[in-house]
């Protein structure tokens, strides 16, 4: 069986959840082999065995960390060389889509981005999009060398498949544009406690209705009954509300999980676009002919500052 | 110190038009109103504020498209651009990603730069891997989704605010940047600005201009093939309570009936 490169998005060897939904997508194409790089590379063998990796190939060295982008590319290219796979797969990311850019121009190959489904096909892996603010679905392949593709959070299931997951050191040599950008500083993002964005299976997020960082704090409890992310519209963030981390939008965050509760916000192109694509949605507002109102499963036309409170303690009553 | 700084533009449909495909499934560019990707006004915006903090700074913008493509170009020469090119060519029709780096990284070459500004993304396509795939192609460092940008001497530095982590940058020119949304807001083209954008040189090549073979570009030769665009169903209608004093509770109750509670 051909074999299909997963490039592996940890933390110091914790491998984060798209990689483990790539997973399960890059088995229905072939055996997955999983690229790991930078510290802590060989810690994230024993996870991905356990998720299907049938080899995991791993390269430590401070270029990752110390220059932007093009280290991961050679390492990728480097492990193309080696396997030579039917499909190369990077979880979407900002970072992940340059990477797969570059090394899609270096193998002569065709690349798409944001990839929501994969299956097998007679041309090679078929990639469900959602376009146009979600207007529409595309289903696309690759026509000129290998396919690499890039594929949003949530996509999949993640599924245990217990596979060999033999870890190989992988020879890189990297190229004279390794070195081009220096990262001279970094300063990583304060954990909140909560579920990342784009992995949440809930995100509630709030608008210009929530008017003021501090009355956020509603919106953050809500979140944390139940266990979701939080996310802002562009005009909660832009007021300086909330950080841009978490903008839900065109230009934020695109998110797509199983229920998404939207107060406050009123539902422009800028905000769909980044969560139509959610299983459920809800919403509250105060104005009954916001186009939110459109897209949601039920809505409760209202003042958030009653109906959001009450909503997080009868949540919380039911919970227990 | 001279520098020329040439900015990456796009004319897209506009975002809140009917947007829609082509029957050969390109993006349908006829029917919904064309403008500068918004995305883009950021990078012209900050090769303007490059521009007023330093001497002898050129900005050419330069976009690939159709006839009405002109249209972003004048946009970003009334909001201070010095000059424009206009690659147009009918073999361009369908070009993808990868083809049309290649467009963009000949016509920068030719041009002749220092600093490359482009957007974070499109607003139609999305994909946001010009930037990354012209750096690669012209051999220079990549230097992007910056929230922050500065130029001192031949040095690019700024601040990339990640998924995980903020990052600072620093690179020597000639180097590809790209900025967000978060750069700083675009300035309006002034009353002056777009009388004398009518009188600023707007240059037009096409694909031998910039040695590129027909077979190199276009929907025939993409990368990336689109087998169908199926228009997504429209959600189905919801219910919609009016807040009697128990919407909240209303809304409890519908999120455990679908088990999130």
């Keep these: 069986m051909a074999e299909v490169l997963v490039y592996v998005d940890h933390v110091d060897g914790a491998v984060r959840k798209p990689t483990l939904e790539l997973l399960t997508l890059a088995r229905r194409i072939g055996d997955p082999v999983a690229v790991a790089l930078g510290s802590g590379a060989a810690d994230t063998a024993a996870t991905l065995a356990e998720h299907g990796a049938v080899k995991v190939l791993t390269h430590e060295a401070a270029e990752y960390a110390d220059y932007l982008v093009v280290p991961k590319v050679d390492a990728l290219q480097a492990a193309h060389e080696a396997v030579s796979p039917a499909a190369v797969l990077v979880p979407s990311s900002t970072e992940g889509k340059e990477i797969a850019a570059r090394l899609a121009l270096r193998l002569g190959s065709g690349i798409i981005t944001d990839a929501v489904d994969l299956e097998a096909g007679d041309k090679g892996p078929v990639a469900t999009q959602s376009v146009f603010a979600a207007a529409f679905t595309t289903k696309s392949h690759v026509s000129k060398g290998t396919p690499v593709i890039t594929v949003k959070p949530n996509s999949a299931a993640v599924e245990p498949a217990p596979a060999a997951g033999v870890v190989e050191a992988l020879s890189v040599s990297f190229s004279a544009q390794a070195t081009g950008t220096k990262v001279t500083a970094r300063t990583p993002r304060e954990s909140t406690g909560r579920p990342e964005l784009t992995e949440a299976a809930i995100v509630v997020s709030g608008g210009r209705g929530v008017n003021g960082a501090e009355n956020f704090a509603i919106i953050e409890a809500l979140a944390d009954s139940l266990g979701a992310a939080v996310g802002a519209s562009r005009a909660a963030v832009d007021a300086g509300w909330y950080p841009h981390t978490n903008q839900v939008g065109q230009t934020g965050k695109s998110v797509s999980p199983q229920l998404y509760i939207a107060s406050g916000i009123s539902g422009a192109i800028q905000h769909r676009a980044g969560m139509q694509t959610s299983k459920t949605i809800v919403a509250v507002n105060k104005d009954a002919e916001a186009p939110i109102f459109e897209l949601v499963d039920y809505g409760v036309v209202g003042d958030l500052f009653d109906v959001v409170p009450q909503l997080t303690e009868e949540v919380k009553t039911r919970k227990g | ?261």
């Design chain 2, 1 to 261: 110190m001279s520098l020329r700084i040439v900015v990456t533009v796009k004319y897209v449909p506009d975002a809140t038009g009917d947007r829609h495909f082509a029957d050969d499934l390109t993006v349908d560019r006829d029917d919904v109103d064309g403008l500068l990707s918004e995305l883009d006004e950021y990078a012209v915006e900050q090769a303007l504020q490059i521009s007023e903090a330093g001497d002898d700074v050129e900005i050419t913008v330069l976009t690939v498209g159709p006839e009405d493509a002109k249209d972003a170009l004048r946009k970003a020469l009334s909001m201070g651009a010095d000059k424009a090119i206009h690659v147009e060519d009918d073999d361009l029709h369908g070009t993808d990603a990868i083809g049309t780096s290649l467009v963009l990284a000949k016509a920068i070459e030719k041009a002749g730069y220092d600093l490359v500004i482009s957007g974070m993304a499109s607003t139609d396509g999305t994909m946001g891997v010009v930037p990354a795939l012209l750096a690669e192609r012209l051999g220079v460092p990549q230097v992007t989704l910056l929230s922050e940008v500065s130029v001192e001497g031949g040095t690019v530095k700024g601040r990339r605010d990640g998924d995980s982590a903020t990052e600072q940058l620093e690179a020597s020119l000639p180097a590809v940047v790209s900025v967000t949304d978060q750069s700083g807001e675009a300035r309006y083209p002034s009353f002056k600005g777009i009388m004398a954008a009518k009188k600023k040189p707007v240059q037009a090549w096409d694909l031998s201009d910039l040695d590129i073979d027909e077979d190199e570009v276009g929907l025939e030769n993409a990368y990336t093939t689109v087998d169908s665009a199926t228009e997504r169903p429209a959600r189905t209608a919801g219910t919609i309570v009016k807040d009697e004093g128990e919407g909240g509770k209303q809304l409890a109750a519908f999120l455990a009936e679908r088990k999130f509670v």
